[in-house]
């Protein structure tokens, strides 16, 4: 009995000792693998000066760890250049798509004084005929933030301090100030414009609200604009749902305040294709 006892206890501390010897070649394979790619070679192979590393060593404290760090650093900078392309690239797409959208707006604009002008004469009214030139000078007028009244300057001291991301995030109050004076240029109030700055905001810079809820509204405009978008077109084109997400969402609240309908009915497109025709204009040609 004795005997038999001895043997199943020799028996498992060989077979423990098998499991350990799997584990540690395991181990040293997993390391091999790794260091192979980064210039280890098996000791038969070996042929550089000095002692021939371990796969462990070469990858922990060898020349694998530089090596791989270079390998990595050279990797990263690829991916942030790539990264760097693309942001470029998008930013010259939405700044054509915007001159696009200024452009047709300029020229409705245009078309309908000429015709307000044609009225005028055949009314013989002088007084308008004049007025209507003098709106049409304005068409490349700057708007400035000097002179401004004590009542706007105070409506927008106000609106300031309840939306202290204006003077914390100098790219959203750029943003900002450019919807302002686009705004007060089609003739809303101060306290109009703000209001529609504040949404659009919104919509561009969840993230500087409080409630999370405000990201989920961005998502539904996007949601809700979509429908009139097209993916790709029959012709293999760019389209809508080939525009990155954030750039949509970006154009989202322009679409719904009317600012791409110019454009679409000069095109005779929906407003969404007439942006990804705009956006896509360079990459389709």
């Known amino acids: 009995m004795t005997d038999e006892i001895n043997q199943v206890i020799e028996s498992s501390e060989g077979a423990d000792e098998q499991v350990s010897e799997a584990v540690e070649e395991q181990a040293v ?131 300031i301090e309840k939306n202290q991301w204006f003077k914390e995030d100098r790219a959203a109050s750029q943003t900002a100030t450019h919807d302002y004076d686009t705004f007060k240029s089609r003739g809303l109030s101060p306290a109009e414009a703000l209001e529609k700055v504040t949404e659009r905001a919104r919509v561009r810079h969840p993230f500087l609200f409080d409630a999370p809820a405000a990201a989920v509204a961005a998502k539904q405009t996007v949601a809700a604009v979509d429908g009139g978008g097209l993916s790709r077109s029959a012709t293999g084109k760019k389209g809508w749902g080939d525009i990155p997400v954030e750039d949509r969402k970006l154009v989202a609240r322009q679409i719904q305040d009317g600012e791409w309908d110019a454009l679409a009915a000069k095109s005779k497109v929906t407003p969404q294709a007439a942006f990804a025709e705009s956006y896509w204009s360079q990459d389709n040609a």
């Open 29 to 159: 394979d997993e390391y091999a693998e790794e260091a192979k790619t980064y210039g280890w070679v098996d000791a038969e192979d070996f042929s550089g000066d000095g002692n021939h590393m371990s796969a462990e060593a070469f990858m922990t404290r060898g020349p694998g760890t530089s090596r791989k760090s270079q390998a990595e650093n050279a990797a990263l900078k690829k991916q942030l250049s790539s990264m760097e392309t693309d942001f470029d690239a998008r930013f010259k797409r939405m700044e054509a798509a915007n001159q696009a959208r200024m452009d047709a707006e300029l020229e409705t604009r245009m078309a309908k004084i000429a015709k307000r002008k044609l009225e005028a004469v055949e009314d013989g009214d002088v007084d308008a005929y004049k007025a209507l030139e003098a709106e049409e000078l304005t068409k490349e007028a700057k708007p400035t933030v000097d002179g401004l009244s004590p009542e706007e300057q105070g409506a927008i001291e106000t609106w």
